[in-house]
Structures are given as C-alpha cells and as structure tokens.
Nanobody, 121 residues
Framework: QVQLVESGGGLVQAGGSLRLSCVASGTIFAINAMDWYRQAPGKQRELVAA???????NYADSVKGRFTISRDSAENTVYLQMNRLKPEDTAVYYC???????????????WGQGTQVTVSS
C-alpha cells in the first residue's frame, strides 16, 4: 500500500503564491508519474499538471506559465509551485501518483486526501 500526504494549501490573495507538497510512502519500487488535479465546487476534477519519470511535464492551459510541477525522487515528493494565483484557482487540490510496488508489478494509482486552496479577490 501507498500513502500520500499533501500539505501547503491555504488562503492567499490574488496574485500571491503557494507551494503544495505531496509525499508518497509505503511499498514503492518505482514511481512512474506524479500529477496534480483540482476540483472546484460543482465542477469535475481536472488535471492541473503532470510529470512522468522521463521528466516530461504537461499543464492545463489555464495554469501554463503560472504553475510549475517538480519532483524530488529521493524523497518521493512532488511539488506544485503556484504563482500569480487567481480566484478561479480556488479548489481542492489532489496529488495522484502511479506506483509500482515491485519490479514485476504493473503501475497502480493512488490519491492524496486533498488540500484546500482559496484565492481571494
């Protein structure tokens, strides 16, 4: 099993910054991908940023140029640096991690508990 612990959410004024962290622990042989999603009230969960084990990144159009996803492989941690925040970025942010438990195991995905980000205008 894998546990994900997120931190770094909070209340910030528009134009401000926050950095989210997500630490994975448990039975981990390799991490294939680490992603951030968000879900605003009344809306579907959406992909915000993705990072695979090749270092390739992908961002939602709405956050390009403002958010940066990065990873500390030694610590099994993924970060989301969020700059120039806007009220429309308000949502619960979730990390999603694809993990292989052993050399012979297929990847399985796990979700964090979510962290609230609120941007005031």
């Amino acid at each position: 099993q894998v546990q994900l612990v997120e931190s770094g959410g909070g209340l910030v004024q528009a134009g401000g910054s926050l950095r989210l962290s997500c630490v994975a622990s448990g039975t981990i042989f390799a991490i294939n991908a680490m992603d951030w999603y968000r879900q605003a009230p009344g809306k579907q969960r959406e992909l915000v940023a993705a990072l695979n084990d090749n270092g390739d990144t992908n961002y939602a159009d709405s956050v390009k140029g403002r958010f940066t996803i990065s990873r500390d492989s030694a610590e099994n941690t993924v970060y989301l640096q969020m700059n120039r925040l806007k009220p429309e970025d308000t949502a619960v942010y979730y990390c999603n991690v694809w993990v292989r438990a052993s050399m012979y195991s297929p990847p399985a995905d796990y979700w964090g508990q979510g962290t609230q980000v609120t941007v005031s205008s």
